[in-house]
């Protein structure tokens, strides 16, 4: 149950989404599996975004983590920056966990939605077999990244902006966040605040779902908006290939219909996007690059330009 907002609250301190509705929630504890799937798909369809609730993680899993990320945003900056990213990486902000690197940590709430529940449900939706998407990400070498994204109060709202609009360069997103809202979907030309409580999660559906889809799920559009007066931390774990891997629309998906997008060594795409470069090229393009890259005895895998 969200908390009740007293006076000095009801105040906006934030940027208020333009829309009154929600984005769908889907109740894991449902007896009825099919309807469970189907409002998971309808909901990547549509949204590209969704919250699970009764999701069978444990509440004090959670707490804990929550409790973890504050604690370690209260400690001095030195001991921060001990564990900081080097000033030349490219990744994106907040301080990061590998769950790669963690061996149980492959077990844990992530890899529970991920493997046994979400993607088989998509991949079904798309009329393939269970694993297909989990497959076209990579299979058992998909890599997990968690963040801890703190956003400190902004005593100037036209400032309120922690990430602007965009969406996820990776396969799926798992959010935990705490009770400062702040995340706000972007649906029918509009804005929509993200409400979520103590014990759900937010799926964020991202790029290499889309793309494997072959446009049939979309990579959901969002953005992180900060507080005046209060703290605000996110806990998102981003699920992805592995950096050589190449992404691209599933085959099954592009017998009838022609490949909306173009397939991509992971390592590259990442660059692309992060430095807004061009992603997409004409069909005709493509082939050409292809067939020269065939003629020079090159990998047609490989992004190369002649």
Not at 43 to 50: I, K, L, P, R, V
Not at 125 to 141: I, P, Q, T, V
Not at 225 to 233: A, F, L, Q, S
Request: aromatic share 8%.
């Amino acid at each position: 149950m969200r908390k009740k907002k007293n006076m000095a609250e009801s105040v906006p301190s934030k940027f208020q989404g333009t829309s009154p509705v929600d984005i769908p929630i889907v109740d894991l504890s449902n007896p009825n599996e099919d309807l469970v799937a189907r409002a998971v798909v309808k909901a990547s369809e549509t949204w590209g975004m969704f919250q699970v609730v009764n999701h069978g993680i444990p509440i004090e899993l959670m707490r804990r983590l929550k409790e973890l990320g504050t604690e370690f945003f209260e400690l001095p900056e030195k001991e921060k920056e001990a564990v900081a990213r080097p000033a030349d990486s490219t990744d994106l902000e907040g301080y990061t966990t590998d769950y790669k690197k963690d061996g149980e940590g492959r077990k844990t709430w992530a890899d529970h939605l991920f493997h046994r529940k979400i993607m088989g449900w998509l991949s079904e939706g798309l009329g393939l077999h269970h694993d297909a998407l989990k497959e076209g990400l990579g299979g058992e070498k998909v890599e997990y990244l968690m963040k801890i994204i703190f956003y400190p109060p902004c005593p100037k709202l036209e400032l309120l902006y922690g990430a602007p609009h965009h969406t996820d360069l990776n396969g799926i997103t798992f959010l935990i966040a705490d009770e400062v809202d702040g995340l706000q979907a972007y649906q029918d030309n509009k804005w929509v605040d993200v409400k979520y409580d103590d014990s759900g999660i937010v799926v964020i559906i991202a790029d290499q779902i889309k793309r494997m889809s072959n446009g049939r799920y979309k990579s959901g559009e969002h953005r992180a908006t900060m507080d005046t007066v209060r703290t605000r931390i996110s806990w998102p774990v981003f699920a992805e290939p592995n950096l050589d891997h190449v992404v691209g629309p599933l085959p099954e998906l592009v017998v009838d219909d022609a490949p909306k997008f173009k397939p991509y060594v992971y390592r590259e795409y990442k660059f692309l996007k992060m430095n807004k470069l061009p992603l997409e090229v004409s069909v005709d393009k493509e082939k050409q690059r292809m067939s020269w890259q065939l003629s020079v005895g090159a990998d047609p895998d490989v992004i190369t330009e002649p």
